[in-house]
């Protein structure tokens, strides 16, 4: 008697509240995984850097850079800080990488850029030079959260006709760069 009680309850369960038991859940994202798009234009190089900083994603933000990624940081970084000279795509992304683990349970990273217009473009290059405010929020208190400065951006078509980004420049315009955050998160 008490057998066949506890066989009905077993399952009756799943129907009462309101989940069948049965039935795969739809699979959650993983963690820092942002949906990058083919960058087979330079306007989608931009995109998925601003949603890889937005998604804190550094897959989609290191798939964004050439592998020959060349960086000229801000004068008074390069002043103050000797190890710029061989900063290339995997620098990069271990600076990105620590900086999306130090962030603030739930954040969201900011990029505003004073324009997407590019002030050069070619057959196989678009140049970006423009204003950007940075926001990361984080939880180291010796680094800045907001940064901001002028970038130039260039992005060029590969031979096989994907865009990447082959060249940044930083240049200080107020306060603190993105060359003090990627010293900040790099030491």
């Not at 066989?7 to 995984?33: K, Q």
């Not at 008074?76 to 710029?84: L, V």
């Not at 603030?104 to 997407?116: E, H, I, R």
Request: glycine share 4%.
């Amino acid at each position: 008697m008490l057998r066949p009680l506890l066989l009905a309850l077993l399952f009756a369960l799943p129907v009462t509240s309101g989940c069948d038991a049965l039935t795969p859940r739809t699979p959650e994202a993983p963690a820092g995984a942002a949906t990058f798009v083919q960058p087979d234009t330079p306007e989608t190089v931009l995109a998925n850097l601003i949603a890889s900083l937005r998604e804190r994603s550094p897959s989609t933000y290191r798939r964004s850079l050439a592998p020959s990624l060349t960086y000229i940081p801000s004068r008074e970084a390069a002043s103050r800080d000797g190890f710029w000279q061989t900063w290339s795509a995997p620098e990069e992304e271990a600076y990105f990488r620590t900086l999306t683990s130090a962030a603030q349970p739930g954040a969201t990273f900011s990029l505003s850029l004073a324009t997407t217009t590019p002030s050069e473009v070619t057959a196989d290059a678009f140049v970006l030079d423009t204003d950007y405010v940075l926001i990361t929020p984080h939880n180291r208190a010796e680094a800045p959260t907001t940064v901001r400065g002028r970038l130039r951006w260039r992005i060029e078509r590969a031979p096989d006709g994907l865009w990447s980004l082959t060249d940044w420049t930083d240049e200080a315009t107020d306060g603190p760069t993105w060359s003090d955050l990627k010293a900040a998160f790099f030491q």
